[in-house]
């Protein structure tokens, strides 16, 4: 087994794209947060080497040796300061293009450590050189716990400092003297080749073990993200359901106690049945339009939406609708049109005319004069819906929360009636369908509704059917425009 190479029970376990990334950059942070120190002692030995070898060593080499390594030492402490002005307080992207650009620095430093063993190799006395030999086993030592954070770093300064050092021996035993020297030169690189694999080995090790515990943080940091959202979603659930309860209690009470009023009223005065009946049919359509939409509800949020997508003509089915809406506009004083051009769509028949019956009903709603305009028009991406109302408008402010459930534009006529989940259903059924849905709204001039009704593909409009959304957010229409 090589020392690049780990037993089974030592591979990290596979990450995605993004934790990878992430443990990178912290790799790397953790890897700088040992460089002062290491600079500092680099510093250090520079003195001693020239104390230890200075009768023994050429001077002028030694001296400028000493001076490279301490010039590089310093360089590197500038790297350090550009990092902790720069760099320490950004992400992983900074973390990453910082070591690229310098991560030279590392075997240079490695390069003139190795470089030292010309001024002590069958110079020295044998004191000096196993002074020496100690303090190169020191730094490759040292080396595991400062740069094992980061393995290609480590292994490029430990192969840099190892490779250099041997070409050196080889250098001074070939050509210097011949292999003339004792036997020991032998051992003493075989030696070098084990404890720089050694090294390696247990650098490899010791950032395994750097790795995992940094996949670890990821993963509970995305844990704890999640077990956040999820408390926010159940906070948001009660907040709903508060809502519900408070909306259905006042909007259901309404209805029902009108119906109790008339069933009396008509109780005491039969002769006023003409009078009274109308009004019992109205008020009982308000309560089954009420429990419709609480029904659609349930169902939207319990993914019990059963499809049934077919080919269906546009034309017929706005047509259909005009049947419907066309007396409630006109018993308002308000226009209604429909264009429509012949064709074919892809879709849930019965879920599109509830979308579009459900803007009909809000333009109706919300239109006090004018009129509504329903077309159908062929645009380069598909058939478009367009349903155009001259009413008061959405303000920009409410704009963002039309499409939650049970909410109501404060101070608008007309939302007395309902729970305010109509265009919450039409929000939640065309992102079931695949029909995109966006508006413009100016206040005091009307608003139009766009639903573009691509093919629907009926596996991926089951898989969305079939899956509630928690998040508010992302019931909302895929696009919005602020204007008109």
Known sequence: MTADSAPPDTDP?????????????????????TQRST???????????????WTDAPRIGLLLWAAATASVALGRMQVIRVYERDV???????HLAFLRR??????????????????????????DQFICWMVLAGLGMFSINSLSSHLPTMRRYLDTLALTALAVIGWRVGVDIHFSGPNQHGWMVLLLVIFWQVVRHAGLRLHLTHRRNFELQFRNNQLIESLTRQTQAALEAIEIKNRFLASAAHDIRQPVHALGLYADWLGSEPEL??????????STKAVNALFD??????????????????ELRLDKLLHDLELHYRPLAEAKGLQFRVHAVPGTVTSDPILLQRIVGNLISNAVKYTRKGGILVAARRTRHGPRIEIWDTGIGITPAHQRE?????????????????????????????????????????????????LLVQPTDPKEAAERAASPIVDSAARQPAALEAGR
């Open 102 to 127: 310098f991560r030279l620095a590392w075997p240079v430093t490695g390069a003139l450590w190795g470089m030292s063993t010309l001024m002590f190799f069958e110079r020295a006395p044998l004191a």
């Open 402 to 450: 039309i499409f939650r459930e049970f909410f109501k534009v404060p101070g608008h006529a007309g939302t007395e009636e309902g729970f305010g989940l109509g265009l919450y259903i039409v929000a939640r059924l065309s992102n079931i369908l695949g029909h995109p849905l966006n508006f413009a709204s100016r206040p005091g001039r009307g608003t139009v509704f766009r």
């Open 273 to 282: 049945v003409h009078d009274i009946a109308p009004k019992i049919v109205e």
């Open 39 to 53: 600079q500092l002692l680099a510093l250090a030995l520079v003195p001693l080497f020239v104390a230890v070898l």
């Open 13 to 33: 376990p596979a990450a995605g794209a993004a934790e990878d990334h992430w443990v990178q950059g912290e790799l790397i942070r953790s890897l700088m947060r």
């Open 88 to 94: 320490a307080g950004a992400g992983a992207d900074a």
């Open 293 to 310: 939409s609480l029904f659609d509800l349930v169902r939207l949020d319990t993914g019990k939406i059963k499809l049934k997508v077919e």
